[in-house]
């Protein structure tokens, strides 16, 4: 096996690297920005964000987490 790096190769992966996580910063921003206007208009921005989270969720897996949840809040009797 070769130890040859192609270098214009390793460059382009690199430069379209660097590319995707200049936008993934200017996304973090635009969604932080969304996230203080929500504040600003009076949500709840935790509650959005658990929100957010549990619509990324398969149903399945949302329901599961659900389940333990409501079987933890019994044993610690928070109902």
């Known amino acids: 096996m070769s130890d040859v790096v192609p270098a214009e190769q390793l460059q382009l ?8 996580e200049a936008e993934k910063s200017g996304l973090a921003d635009d969604i932080r920005d969304v996230y203080a206007e929500a504040k600003a208009n009076g949500y709840d921005v935790k509650t959005m964000r658990a929100i957010v989270r549990l ?8 329901q599961e ?6 079987t933890y809040r019994d044993a610690l ?3």
């Open 55 to 62: 619509r990324r969720m398969e149903k399945n897996a949302r």
């Open 13 to 20: 992966l690199i430069e379209r690297i660097e590319r995707l």
């Open 65 to 70: 987490a659900d389940a333990l949840l409501q």
């Open 77 to 79: 009797g928070l109902d």
